[in-house]
């Protein structure tokens, strides 16, 4: 399988990038990764003794975070991430990851990648650290901020096979952010999507309100909006909580002695909540695998990613989204 990597994109590019497809190539040398950038720049952290399953494919240009997104697709053509999605496009590479501009990468997965027939709007799915460590794919992230309830269908049946192809769960339960649990909450958005789940061919349990982290879904819906501000109000709270356990802990010498003794207690407790061990949000609707990762990925974070993107190609998630979604 052949995987390219947007090796210019994100807050610790290009070391994360190249790290990480070092380490990725040694545990896995089925896996051909390409590494798409300026050569100048990325053939020195690779070194002379890069292994044969890494390659280079030049892009000298760079899509930052404060280009505007569409504006950046058209003109930069021989950019890291579109050159990434082009070699998507033509068969040369089975999937891309970028840790770069969302918006961005949403635009070079609906404008150079393409979108499957039968698809209204992708969207982006991400895995919501849970309790039990299982975690809920949650989509719309962030790919439209305004949906139909048709479009919110569509998230669930893909979400479903991606939940059933990559994750190994049979029949995943299909949950619905809402206000409340009672069919009858929300929005004119969020009723008419409910009505039409119970009859979609899923495994949909209802509305979800704020027990997200125990996991009472394997797949939550959500329109864009709203998915983005549970992303980022979850990320916040966390790292404020760790913030203020820090604080606390480090305020007295008898603080500091109990967080001695708990220290491995709270690393416990950190590491289910981190995003590197989640990282990797495939843009499910696109007519190819198209990955995003966080932008602050460090190399741990972008192996996971692609971690994530070696199980999706291997269980042929596109192939499955294509077939599903051929003849609606």
């Not at 269908?153 to 339960?173: D, F, T």
């Not at 190399?299 to 294509?322: E, P, V």
């Amino acid at each position: 399988m052949r995987i390219a990597i947007d090796a210019m994109g994100g807050d610790h590019a290009p070391h994360a990038q190249v790290e990480s497809a070092l380490s990725a190539a040694a545990e896995w040398p089925d896996t051909h990764l390409i590494l798409v950038g300026d050569p100048e720049v990325l053939q020195p952290l690779l070194g002379h003794g890069a292994p044969n399953n890494i390659s280079i494919e030049p892009a000298l240009e760079i899509i930052g975070n404060d280009d505007e997104p569409v504006k950046a697709v058209r003109r930069k053509t021989n950019s890291s991430m579109v050159v990434a999605g082009r070699l998507v496009k033509e068969g040369k590479a089975d999937a891309m990851i970028s840790a770069g501009n969302t918006g961005a990468l949403m635009a070079t997965g609906l404008l150079v990648v393409g979108r499957l027939k039968g698809i209204e709007r992708p969207g982006l799915a991400a895995i919501f650290p849970t309790m039990d460590n299982i975690g809920v794919l949650a989509l719309d992230m962030g790919a439209n901020m305004d949906a139909k309830p048709e479009q919110l269908v569509q998230y669930a049946l893909m979400g479903s096979l991606y939940r059933n192809k990559v994750h190994g769960i049979r029949e995943p339960r299909v949950g619905l952010l809402n206000i409340g649990s009672e069919a009858a909450k929300g929005n004119e958005l969020t009723k008419a999507a409910y009505e039409l789940l119970v009859q979609a061919p899923i495994n949909f349990i209802g509305n979800v309100e704020r027990d997200v982290l125990e996991r009472p879904c394997d797949v939550l819906v959500c329109d864009g909006f709203s998915g983005n501000i549970l992303l980022k109000g979850m990320e916040g709270a966390a790292a404020a909580i760790f913030k203020l356990l820090k604080q606390e802990l480090t305020s007295t010498f008898t603080s500091k002695l109990a967080a001695g003794v708990l220290k491995p207690n709270f690393r416990r407790v950190r590491d289910k909540m981190d995003y590197s061990e989640h990282n990797g949000a495939p843009l499910l609707g696109v007519n190819g695998l198209v990955v995003k990762g966080h932008g602050s990925s460090d190399a741990k974070a972008m192996k996971t990613a692609i971690r994530q993107t070696r199980t999706a190609i291997g269980n042929k998630l596109i192939a499955a989204l294509a077939e599903e979604f051929s003849g609606k």
